[in-house]
């Protein structure tokens, strides 16, 4: 088992970033009177049992289930309220990222690690945006799962580094593309389309700002994708606060 992981070194927050997982958030280390609960989700049946035996012999950690697809871990996640969640990203059914969020709802002080194969970054992003408090690939050593275990129990953030360096970088070029945009004067909306948009602000679907707007809805369609286009942005919701935020429009 221990051949399936490479020799990643898993390393603590004041370490920063160096040839382990970085880690981010309060100090490790917590001494704790209860074991930490985990349960292991992966599809494959051995790489679950290699976890199973690996984790056993640490007295600080029990693993208390295991479930082979996401819509399994969601139902054992609801039944058995874990600390961790040990969770792979690509599996049938239903994967690891998609029930992130159904986890964290049926299991709200679950935290979630990804341990993945996967090194593509939009896995990393949204397994971040889905509640993932960890995203760890399988080349880490078996040796050193556990002390990412207790890391993110005590309330850290966990990232192999290769996929820090991909966060970071992505983080920079968001600064420099929100850099860029203030250079370049808001765009002027029409005094309809600040009709529509403060209506979608206030949560209407089309159809209820066409009613209230005595218009069709398809125009309130047109209208959106005339807002969306002259704001550079890509949902309804990304409109309404970069309008909150550029002063475009306040809502009261």
């Known amino acids: 088992m221990a ?27 917590t001494a704790r009177e209860e074991p930490i609960r985990v349960l292991v989700v992966d599809d494959h049946a051995l790489f679950r049992r290699g976890l199973e035996i690996v984790l056993a012999a640490e007295e600080d950690i029990q693993v208390v289930g295991e479930a082979g697809d996401g819509a399994e871990a ?7 309220l874990p600390d961790i969640v040990l969770m792979d ?24 690690i990804m341990l993945t194969i996967s090194d593509e970054e939009a896995d990393l992003y949204d397994a971040i945006k889905a509640g993932a408090t960890g995203y760890l690939l399988k080349e880490i050593s078996t040796d050193e799962v556990a002390t990412a275990i207790r890391a ?57 700002i066409a009613k209230e707007l005595f218009i069709s809805e398809n125009t309130v369609k047109n209208h959106v994708r005339n807002i969306l286009e002259k704001l550079q942005l890509h949902s309804r919701m990304e409109a309404v606060v970069y309008a909150m935020r550029e002063k475009i429009l306040e809502i009261r």
Not at 8 to 17: F, K, N
Not at 168 to 197: G, H, N, W
Request: with cysteine; proline share 6%; aromatic share 2%.
């Open 3 to 29: 051949d399936s992981f490479g020799p990643m070194r898993v390393a603590g927050v004041d370490h920063g970033i160096d040839d382990g997982a970085v880690g981010m958030g309060p100090e490790a280390g």
């Open 74 to 80: 969601v139902e054992k996640a609801a039944d058995l």
């Open 89 to 112: 990203v690509r599996m049938p059914k239903r994967g690891g990222i998609e029930a992130c969020t159904s986890i964290k709802e049926v299991a709200p002080s679950a935290k979630i």
């Open 152 to 208: 993110v129990a005590d309330g850290q953030s966990q990232i192999s580094p290769s996929m820090a360096s991909k966060l970071l970088t992505e983080f920079k070029s968001m600064i420099q593309r929100t850099d860029e945009r203030r250079l370049v004067p808001a765009p002027r909306l029409t005094d309809r389309e600040l009709e529509v948009l403060k209506l979608v602000a206030t949560g209407m679907n089309n159809r209820d």
